[in-house]
C-alpha cells in the first residue's frame, strides 16, 4: 500500500511541484520484485504524472536479479541509478528519475507512457512490412548508440562494465534451463550421461560466445523493455529496465531483439534486420563485420538466449508462483528448433534436447 498522504508530500515538498490531489494507478509490473504505480495530479489546469517504482527490499536491489560474473566491485548505490546516469551521458534516451526515498525504496521516474514497442506491432504494425521494420530500425539504431557510445567505461564508474558474460555465466544460464526448462517442466530428471552429453554441447556453445569482442549489454533488450513515444514529428524509442547491463557479445541484445519471446517476427524480415544493423554499425564505425560470420554466432546466441528465457518462465512460474510467462515458453522453444535445425554441427544437441522437449522433436 502506497502512502499518498507521504508521496504527496514529496511531489510538492521535494520536487516543488503543486499536487493537492493525486491518484495512485497500479501498473502491470514485470517478472521481478519491483512494483509500478502512475502518480497523476493536476496542475494549473494541466494533466501531471510521474510513475512511482517500489522496491521490494532496496538494499538487495543493489544485487542484479540474474546471475552475474566479474570481479565483484563495491555498489554505493542502486545499479539502476549507476546506469541510467551512464545512459544518459551517452545520450540513451532512458527515462529520468526525478527522486529517490532510500528508506521507503521508493523511486519516482519520468513517465513514458504505457506503449510498448510489443503493443505497437501487434497492434498497429502486424501485416505492415513497411511499419515493422521502422520500428525496428528505430530500435536497431537506439542499441548501436548503446553499444557504441556506452561500452567505454566512464572516468566515475559504471557497475555494468565490472560484469560480463563469460563461459561460466552462459554455462549456469544453460544449465538454469536444464533445471527448469526440462526438470521441472517435465517432472523428470535426465539421465546422468545424457546430461553430460548435453551440457558438454553447452559449454562448447558458451565458450565460443564467451570469446566474442564485448560491448555494454542491456540484457534484456526486447519489444516489452522498449516504449514508444509519439508526437507530430514521429516516433522515438525509449529504454527501460537496464539494471541488469554488463557487457557481453554484439550479437545479444539484437537476438533479444528479433528472436523475442513474445513477438514472432518472418525470418526473411530478421535477415533484413541483421543487414540493416550490419549497414548501420559500418557507417558509424567504419568496421565491416563480415556478415556470415556474424549470422552464425547470432544464430548461436539466439538458442542460449531463447533457451534462458524458456528456463527462465518456468522458474518464475514454480518459483514466484507466476505462471503469467508459461505461455510464452513453446513459441520460445520453436525458435530454438529452428536455429538448431540451421546448422548441421548442432544436429547431436537438437537429438539429445529433442528426448525431452516436446517442441523440439521432429514434425
Not at 523511486?107 to 515493422?132: C, F, N, R, W
Request: hydrophobic residues 40%; glycine residues 4%; contains cysteine.
Amino acid at each position: 500500500m502506497v502512502d499518498s498522504e507521504h508521496l504527496r508530500k514529496i511531489l510538492n515538498g521535494a520536487l516543488g511541484l503543486s499536487a493537492e490531489k493525486i491518484e495512485i494507478t497500479p501498473l502491470a509490473g514485470d517478472a521481478s520484485n519491483r512494483s509500478y504505480h502512475r502518480v497523476s495530479w493536476k496542475e494549473n489546469g494541466s494533466a501531471r504524472s510521474l510513475v512511482l517504482m517500489v522496491l521490494a527490499a532496496p538494499e538487495g536491489f543493489k544485487a542484479s536479479e540474474e546471475a552475474v560474473s566479474g570481479a565483484p566491485t563495491e555498489t554505493a548505490e542502486l545499479p539502476f541509478i549507476n546506469i541510467q546516469r551512464h545512459l544518459r551521458v551517452c545520450k540513451v534516451a532512458v527515462p529520468e528519475i526525478r527522486f529517490y526515498d532510500a528508506a521507503r525504496g521508493w523511486m519516482l521516474l519520468e513517465d513514458l507512457g504505457d506503449v510498448t514497442l510489443a503493443q505497437v506491432i501487434q497492434e498497429k504494425a502486424s501485416g505492415h512490412p513497411a511499419a515493422l521494420k521502422e520500428y525496428y530500425q528505430k530500435a536497431i539504431d537506439t542499441l548501436l548508440t548503446i553499444q557504441m557510445d556506452a561500452s567505454a567505461a566512464p572516468s566515475n564508474g559504471c557497475i555494468a562494465h565490472h560484469r560480463a558474460f563469460d563461459q561460466a555465466l552462459f554455462v549456469w544460464e544453460f544449465d538454469h534451463f536444464i533445471e527448469y526448462g526440462i526438470e521441472a517442466r517435465t517432472g523428470t530428471p535426465i539421465p546422468q550421461k545424457q546430461r553430460d552429453a548435453i551440457r558438454a554441447y553447452f559449454s562448447d556453445i558458451a565458450l565460443r560466445l564467451a570469446s566474442l569482442p564485448q560491448v555494454f549489454t542491456h540484457r534484456d533488450y526486447h519489444s516489452r523493455n522498449l516504449m514508444v513515444q509519439t508526437d507530430s514529428a514521429g516516433f522515438a524509442v525509449r529504454v527501460i529496465d537496464f539494471q541488469d547491463a554488463l557487457m557481453g557479445p554484439p550479437q545479444y541484445d539484437l537476438a533479444s531483439l528479433l528472436r523475442d519471446s513474445y513477438i514472432d517476427l518472418p525470418e526473411q524480415v530478421i535477415d533484413d534486420l541483421i543487414a540493416y544493423y550490419l549497414q548501420r554499425k559500418e557507417a558509424r564505425s567504419g568496421e565491416r563485420v563480415p556478415p556470415e560470420m556474424f549470422r552464425e554466432y547470432f544464430d548461436l546466441v539466439s538458442i542460449q538466449r531463447n533457451l534462458k528465457a524458456a528456463g527462465r518462465f518456468v522458474y518464475i512460474d514454480r518459483v514466484k508462483r507466476n505462471p503469467r510467462f508459461l505461455q510464452y515458453v513453446p513459441p520460445t522453444l520453436r525458435k530454438v528448433k529452428r536455429n538448431l535445425e540451421k546448422h548441421r554441427r548442432l544436429a547431436p544437441l537438437h537429438a539429445l534436447l529433442a528426448e525431452y522437449v516436446e517442441e523440439l522433436q521432429p514434425e
